[in-house]
């Protein structure tokens, strides 16, 4: 049974950082995407960036160069780093984890089926 444990997030400033962490276990990491998604109030959960067992990356055009994702395999965690906030990121940030869709269906919520519990991130202006 694939689990996900997230922690990090908070609140932040305008142009601040925050961090996420995803804890993942009971996967085949040789075949999985692990990534994260966000939910603001009142949207559809949305793609923000996706990493595969090859590190090859996938971001949001909202996000390029600002978020990084990374994992470590050894610990089989699964990280977010989130530079230059804007208010517009305010949202739930989810993990995600499921056997690799195709590139260019990566960022699609409704491919992944293992979910985080969500973690707030909150940008004030």
């Known amino acids: 049974q694939v689990q996900l444990l997230q922690s990090g997030g908070g609140s932040a400033p305008s142009g601040g950082s925050l961090a996420l962490s995803c804890a993942v276990s009971?996967?085949?990491?040789?075949?999985?995407?692990m990534g994260w998604f966000r939910q603001a109030s009142g949207t559809e959960r949305e793609g923000v960036a996706i990493?595969?067992?090859?590190?090859?990356?996938t971001y949001a055009d909202s996000v390029k160069g600002r978020f990084a994702i990374s994992r470590d395999a050894a610990k089989n965690t699964l990280y977010l780093q989130m530079n230059g906030l804007k208010p517009e990121d305010t949202a739930m940030y989810y993990c995600?984890?499921?056997?690799?869709?195709?590139?260019?269906?990566?960022?699609?919520?409704?491919?992944?089926?293992?979910w985080g519990q969500g973690t707030q991130v909150t940008v004030s202006s």
């Open positions: 995600a984890a499921d056997y690799c869709p195709s590139l260019g269906s990566r960022l699609r919520a409704d491919k992944y089926e293992h």
């Open positions: 009971g996967h085949k990491s040789y075949a999985y995407c």
């Open positions: 990493i595969d067992s090859d590190d090859r990356t």
